[in-house]
């Protein structure tokens, strides 16, 4: 179990001391108010850095995105979307301790909560060259929480098993999979789609297909809106993608990109003005998340 990361179950733990609560049920109660801290997050963001109608439809984009029956499932997304979006608006906001304090607690969440650290540096130069001085030691504190989190996690790797990355070798046994590159994922994927087209449909489209779909698009729409998101975001999304994308056997391609916050505020950008896009857009994700919810609660190879 130590390839998952401690501090969801740490949260379950500390709201059930007593063990008298399924944590099954537990795990699914606690998703809706851990998504509404991250819708609202996510608004207060956005808002922040463009406008309220903007704002809003991020919300909604989020809301209708179609791998977003995840945020409602026993796991980490609602939890660490909303790491990821206090963290930025805490750095925004110049509260740098409770800023380290998030950047901890996503290190602690999901291995990417460690790109953190990135997307908080790209701010802090920008900040520095614009002001011609140095940031305050805080906001390198702050900077350094998410890698503080993802040490963590490292350190109790090394305490039970006295290899810090024993998680990996157990990624390896169990699933074959390591760090790669994303291009090899779409090859082995369009591999793979051919080959169980005729053999195994269900799992060539809502595997192999959706995570071709999904990887498209995303780096699609992260180069589009290269002019309107923030650099440091920009760079956050695409090292996300990058890592996350480029896990070998990848089998939770849409589950991965639900969490990037930069998906939705990308697409709320560049739909600015274009009302009946917008409408459109806003419906077809709709269509999509609705047939991909059906076919995770009817049992298909979603992961």
């Known amino acids: 179990m130590i390839v998952f990361f401690p501090l969801f179950p740490w949260l379950l733990r500390l709201l059930n001391p007593f063990g008298w609560l399924d944590y099954r049920v537990l795990a699914l109660v606690v998703q809706l108010p851990l998504f509404c801290a991250a819708g609202t997050g996510l608004f207060a963001l956005v808002c922040r850095q463009y406008d309220r109608r903007t704002a809003w439809r991020a919300l909604v984009l989020l809301v209708v995105s179609p791998a977003s029956v995840f945020f409602f499932a026993p796991m980490t997304e609602s939890l660490f979307l909303a790491l990821c979006v206090w963290y930025v608006w805490c750095l925004q906001q110049k509260h740098w301790g409770r ?3 998030l950047g901890v607690l996503a290190g602690l969440t999901r291995a990417p909560g ?3 650290m990135g997307l908080a540096l790209l701010m802090l130069i920008q900040e ?4 011609h001085k140095a940031p305050p030691f805080a906001a390198v504190v702050a900077m350094l929480g998410p890698a503080a989190g993802l040490g963590g996690y490292f350190a109790l790797n090394q305490v039970i098993y006295g290899r810090w990355n024993q998680y990996s070798a157990y990624q390896w046994e169990h699933w074959n999979q390591k760090l790669g590159l994303f291009t090899d994922t779409l090859r082995y994927h369009l591999s793979y789609l051919a080959q169980w087209w005729s053999s195994n449909r269900a799992v060539a489209v809502w595997v192999c297909l959706t995570a071709v779909v ?3 698009l995303a780096f699609v729409l992260l180069a589009a809106a290269a002019r309107v998101l923030p650099a440091s975001w920009l760079g956050y999304g695409l ?3 990058l890592v996350t994308m480029g896990a070998t056997w990848l089998l939770s391609a849409p589950r991965y990109t ?4 930069c998906l939705p505020v990308a697409l709320a950008a560049l739909l600015r003005g274009h009302r009946r896009w917008a409408l459109c857009t806003v419906g077809a994700l709709a269509v999509c998340s609705v047939a991909y919810t059906v076919a995770y609660l009817g ?5």
């Open 214 to 216: 999904c990887m498209l």
């Open 299 to 303: 049992h298909q190879p979603i992961y």
């Open 239 to 241: 090292a996300y993608l």
């Open 128 to 131: 520095g060259r614009a002001r």
């Open 99 to 101: 800023a380290a304090l």
């Open 114 to 116: 460690g790109l953190l």
């Open 258 to 261: 639900v969490a990037l916050f």
